[in-house]
Each structure stands twice: as C-alpha cells, then as structure tokens.
C-alpha cells in the first residue's frame, strides 16, 4: 500500500522570512568581528558568510555601522539573558549565588564577547557610532551590574558590602580580560578568583551576622533597598533615510 504523501509544510510568512534573514546576517557580523575586528570588518564578507545576497544584506542593513549596532546590541542580549538565568538559578540557592556571580563575569569578560565589545568602545567616542555603542553598554551591562546587586541584597546582604563585592567582582574579571589582550591566556586566574572569593565570602558573612546588624542600628544607619533591575527593550533598527 502507497504511503500517503506528506503534508506540505506551511510557508513562511514575508515577516518570518525578513526575520530569519536578518537573524542570519547578524549572526554572520558578530562572527566576523569576533575574528577580524571592527577595523577589517566588511559587509560584503558578511553576506557571505551568512548565504544571503549582498542585495538582501543592503536591503536590511544599508549601513556598516548599523550592522555593527545591531550585532552588539545581540551580544549584549544574550549576555544578558545569561546574567539574568544565573540570578535566578542563584535564588533558588543563595549559598551559591557569589559563585554565579563569578561564572557570570569569568564567561563575559575573559570572552570573545567582551572583546569585540572593548574593541568598538576603543571607536572614536565623538562619532555616532561611538556614542551608539556607549549608549548601548549603558542600556544592557549596567543593569546586568545592578540585578547581581538586587540578588545580594535580597539574600540578606547589605547593600554596600553588596555593591563591594559585585563591583570588584567585574573589575578583577575585567583587568584580567584586557591582560589577555597583552599576555594571552593566564592560568593564574582561577588561582586569583579563588582568593578573592574567599575574601568576598568572608566580607558577606561579617556584614550580614547579628553582631554586625547591631552595631548598624546602633550607629542608626539605614540601608534602602534599590529597585530590581529589568530587562531594557531592545532598540529598533533605524529606517534607511
């Protein structure tokens, strides 16, 4: 007996491809300038590499730049969405949470993404461009910086001693980030973020113990509590003028 045939697959709708061809052009951009950077970056290459005409990429990107924009304002979303899954897996035990907190800033900025994040900010800060890519590691890593703070401060941590530890945290993570630009890979970072995790440990425990709380009320001290940080919307790819 004949197999019945199979059923058509429903087509694509025109947003759904629009949708799946820039998909593919923005993934294409954060790879080439993870590997070439932003000075040897060309959108030719990216259609290219993407399997889409050069018409179709000058279609949805008339620009380099507005490309560009758009592939890191993509990696500052994922590094987000990341971020925001490893504060809530940390709620779910805060005993762990400044560990997630050091996996967040290890993956961020001993990785591919920080760099071609730190090699658009080296762009001229006086361009459009440059003030684009500031506006964007304001509108995404900041908050990044104070959900990890409203998560300390939720599981009962004050927030100055909050603020120290996330603070130095990324700054440890970072300098070592920018080392690697210098020095490559260096071994003796799991060795650092392992003495200062036992100092950040030991900073939480001491602010956060009753004697601590009392000396607080004693010197009438208050701590407010910052408002949670939410996700920010993603910004809306210009119209080509």
């Known amino acids: 007996m004949p197999r019945p045939p199979a059923p058509a697959r429903p087509r694509r709708t025109q947003a759904e491809r629009t949708q799946s061809t820039q998909r593919k052009l923005i993934d294409g951009a954060i790879d080439l300038l993870k590997k070439k950077r932003y000075a040897s970056f060309r959108t030719a290459e990216v259609a290219e590499h993407a399997g889409v005409s050069k018409g179709a990429q000058t279609h949805h990107f008339p620009s380099k730049d507005m490309l560009v924009l758009q592939a890191l304002e993509e990696v500052y979303r994922r590094t987000q969405q990341r971020a925001i899954n490893r504060i809530e897996a940390g709620r779910d035990a805060p005993e762990r949470l400044l560990e997630q907190l050091v996996a967040d800033s290890r993956e961020f900025f001993l990785g591919d993404d920080f760099l071609l994040s730190l090699d658009l900010m080296m762009v001229d800060p006086g361009s459009t461009l440059g003030s684009d890519v500031k506006r964007l590691a304001q509108l995404y890593r900041l908050p990044v910086e104070q959900a990890w703070l409203d998560a300390l401060v939720e599981a009962g941590h004050p927030e100055r001693q909050a603020k120290d530890v996330v603070r130095l945290t990324f700054a440890i993570a970072r300098g070592f980030g920018v080392r690697q630009l210098i020095a490559g890979e260096d071994e003796e970072f799991q060795h650092l973020m392992d003495s200062w995790m036992r100092m950040a440990k030991a900073m939480l425990l001491l602010s956060s113990s009753p004697s601590a709380h009392a000396d607080q ?3 009438g ?9 939410s996700p920010p919307r993603r910004t809306r790819k210009k119209d080509p003028s």
Request: hydrophobic content about 25%.
């Open 221 to 229: 001290s208050s701590v407010s509590r910052p408002s949670r940080a």
């Open 217 to 219: 009320g004693a010197s």
